[in-house]
């Protein structure tokens, strides 16, 4: 780093823009969040897989938690800004305002979120083109990928939107823009989920064959055509209204974006690790995987070549981590079928009261009420006959099926808090179980992963984080600092700076190691077993889709 005035501490803002929140923190030069504030975002669900948001909401929010944090700096220096979003598809019309994507004309909801599924019929044709941009996509396109929303906006609102629309953002981007009035697009986005390649740019032939050739218009004008790596800076800074907005000094650089789930890889891949006395400390960085589990999951890798797995996005290059490729596995609904399992059973009330009395969160408790049922049970490890398959919002990877569904096997009449308590527990061991599957399906196609470094909101959930261990059989490493997708973002302004040479030295700097643990070896046996289940339960949903074919 550069040296400054001594009296004078270095801060960065880093802006994380989530499904249901929005969240600032101001991040000192050595990683540490000394500030963070939150607001909850507005969510429409007009009908079955459609999920809505408001640019202007959204950003009303940013300013909102921004100027809480900037006024903990006291005399020191806010030296960058930095946002992560969600990669949710933002409409503004030719005068930069919001154009409904719904129906009902609403101009307010004019954001598709990454979770809706409309596109289910589009993204299905895209596929079947196979087109060689799908290659770097895991093979098969995600109907949480852009092209399948715009093809359906101009399939379904040509008129109202399609026809109207003067600029498509992915929601990262949308924020550069407001903070700086430049149209540049963040390299992350476009590559991860517009089909961008970084040394060729953009292929004519393939939005001609899934027939959106009016996007080559311009030179690309609506989807972008300037185009910079992460953590650059972007445009002129940070704009006076801008400024005003989210109560910052007027000028501060601003990073180029990044998706929220690859802030939380900055986050947290790059922490230096000598001392932790771990086979990790003495293997390469492309032998980690950065899980970010919070509504949903995103399993991210690096590597120095182009590995091609089946399933799992990519290989992006310098998405990420510059000079890298990425891939990117995700599970669709984690934290969001947590809470649905647990929140749906009879038995919820009960376990409200319970820890209401006790005066604890309610997955405290659970967690403690497990362990009481564990003492209780031969072996340790209830429910031996309960499984889980975790794929209740359609499975992301590594089977990249949108269509498969949740199933739960094992139930009984029980409606009780032991009943409850089991199920979460199942499908918390699910989730890690289908964490395991991208691995392995990873490691087939040339990843050596030999730790797992997790951060978001189910990091903080012993439970989850003990079950990835010892289903993976791997160490799990924490973030000293939790929201380590907040010091992702921070990076981003500190790269921008100019305060750090390259995004690798400020992930060094600012990332930092927290709690280790490690599998335990008693259970491996069980969970191979769960293991062979899981994988038997897909074949089965399989043969059942088989024979109601045409039903």
Known sequence: MQEGKKEDAAYYIGIDVGTASVRAALVNQFGQVVDQAEAALEIWEPRPDHYEQSSDNIWTACCAVTKKVAQSAGTGRIRGLGFDATCSLVVLDRQFQPL????????????????????????????????????????????????????????????????????????????????????????????????YSPDRGWDDSFWKEIGLEDLLDENYARIGNQVV????????????????????????????????????????IGADVTGCHLPCENQPITSRLALICGTSSCHMAISESPLFVPGVWGPYYSAMVPGFW???????ATGKLIDHVVQSHDGFTELQKE??????????YLNHYLDQ????????????????????????SPLADVSLKGMVVGLTLSRGLDDLALLYLATVQSIALGTRHILETMKVSGHHIGSLFLCGGLSKNPLFVQMHADITGLPVILSREVESVLVGAAILGACASGDFTSIQEAMQTMAKVG???????EHKRFYEKKYQVFLRLYEHQREYQAIMAGY
Request: a neutral charge; proline letters at 7%.
């Open 100 to 195: 409904s994507v719904n129906a009902e004309g609403d101009h307010k909801r004019n954001v598709i979120m990454w979770m809706d599924h409309r596109g289910g019929s589009q993204v299905d044709r895209i596929n079947g083109t196979r087109h060689e941009v799908l290659n770097y996509v895991g093979g098969v396109m995600s109907v949480e990928m852009q092209p399948p929303k715009l093809l359906w906006l101009k399939e379904n609102l040509r008129q109202e939107c399609w026809e109207r629309a003067g600029h498509f953002f992915d929601l990262p981007d949308f924020l550069t823009w407001k903070a700086t009035g430049t149209l540049t697009r963040s390299l992350c986005t476009l590559v991860c989920k517009w089909t």
């Open 229 to 268: 790596s992460p953590g650059s800076s972007v445009g002129n800074n940070l704009t006076p209204e801008a400024a005003r907005d989210l109560g910052l000094p007027e000028g501060i650089a601003v990073g180029a974006s990044l998706i929220d789930a690859h802030a939380g890889g900055l986050g947290v």
């Open 326 to 332: 990425l891939n990117e596995g995700g599970q669709s």
């Open 355 to 364: 820890a209401e009395a006790r005066g604890q969160h309610v997955y405290t």
């Open 373 to 396: 049922l564990r003492a209780s049970r031969p072996g340790g490890v209830p429910a031996p006959d309960l499984h889980v398959w975790p794929d209740f919002h359609g499975n992301r």
């Open 515 to 521: 709690k280790i643990i490690l599998p335990n070896p």
